[in-house]
């Protein structure tokens, strides 16, 4: 797999300050933020601040601290947004998850019954 990472991504600019974001939750290693598009009441991306470009290169390269902060970011945005009732997270990941941004961001969405995942 080619996990070469570019620097010019939107993402890398928001976590550079270039581009402004609605900021839900940071720490050392991940940042939240609401996804300009919200596709539900309750549409927040969680990205990690380091240069990964998916969810498995993040699986394979990230450090434990990292993988940790991250998922602490993950808690906090859930309990802060109240989705008590559920959400869905997704990782739309290359040509077939049709990613758009290539700097691996987890959508948290919900706030709202979300129905099935995908068409039966
Ligand atoms: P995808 O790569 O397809 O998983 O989705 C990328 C998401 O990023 C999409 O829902 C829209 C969102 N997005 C793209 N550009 C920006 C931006 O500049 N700011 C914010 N907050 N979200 C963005």
């Known amino acids: 797999m080619d996990?070469?990472?570019?620097?010019?991504?939107?993402?890398?600019?928001?976590?550079?300050?270039?581009?402004?974001?609605?900021?839900v939750f940071e720490n050392d290693h991940a940042l939240a933020f609401?996804?300009?598009?919200?596709?539900?009441?309750v549409h927040v991306l969680v990205i990690p601040k380091g240069p990964y470009v998916s969810l498995d290169h993040f699986a394979r390269d990230a450090s434990a601290q990292e993988q940790v902060g991250f998922m602490k970011a993950l808690a906090a945005v859930c309990e802060s947004e109240g989705v008590d009732a559920g959400f869905r997270a997704i990782a739309n990941t290359r040509a077939h998850g049709v990613q758009d941004v290539?700097?691996?961001h987890l959508?948290?969405?919900?706030?709202?019954q979300l129905g099935v995942?995908?068409?039966?």
């Open 3 to 23: 996990y070469s990472y570019d620097p010019e991504n939107i993402f890398a600019k928001i976590l550079r300050g270039e581009i402004p974001n609605y900021t």
């Open 34 to 41: 609401r996804d300009i598009q919200p596709q539900a009441k």
């Open 117 to 120: 995942m995908l068409p039966r």
């Open 102 to 104: 290539p700097h691996f």
């Open 107 to 112: 959508h948290i969405i919900g706030g709202q």
